[in-house]
C-alpha cells in the first residue's frame, strides 16, 4: 500500500533507467528538455517551416542558437531538413514521426506552465 504503481511499470536498469548516472537516455532527455528545443519541437508540431519564420515565431532565440538545435534535432531524427530546387535553395525542417510523437507531451507540458505559471510565481513571491 502507498506504492507508486507507475514505478513499477517503469524499466530499473543502467541502460533504460533516467534516475541512473549512466543511462544513455539522459543525453536524448537533456536534449528534448533543453532551454530551447521543446519551444522548436512544438511550434514544428504545426507544420513545416522555414528557418526565418521559425526564428521570428519563438521569441529571443538567435540565429546561431535555432541552426544549432535544427541541426541536432535533425541528427536525432526529430526533424528533418528538406532542400526544395530554387535559387536559392529553400531550406524547411519539418517532425518526423518521432519529432511529432515527443512533441505531444511537450506540448500538454507547455500548456500546463500557460495555465499554472502565474499560481506558480505567486507561491515563489510568498516564499520571499
Known sequence: MG???????????????LFHSECP???VFDRITGRWAP???VKLAEGPLRFYELRDQIGGIS?????EKLRLLTR?????????????????YALTDMGHSV??????????????????????DDQN
Open 63 to 67: 540565429e546561431k542558437v535555432l541552426s
Open 3 to 17: 506504492e507508486n504503481v507507475e514505478a513499477k511499470l517503469l524499466p530499473r536498469n543502467r541502460h533504460s533507467d
Open 103 to 124: 512533441a505531444k507531451p511537450l506540448r500538454q507540458l507547455m500548456r500546463w506552465v500557460a495555465d499554472h505559471g502565474n499560481a506558480i510565481l505567486t507561491a515563489r
Open 76 to 92: 536525432d531524427g526529430l526533424i528533418e531538413r528538406t532542400v526544395e530546387p530554387a535559387t536559392p535553395p529553400r531550406v524547411s
Open 39 to 41: 519551444l522548436v519541437l
Open 25 to 27: 537516455g539522459r543525453a
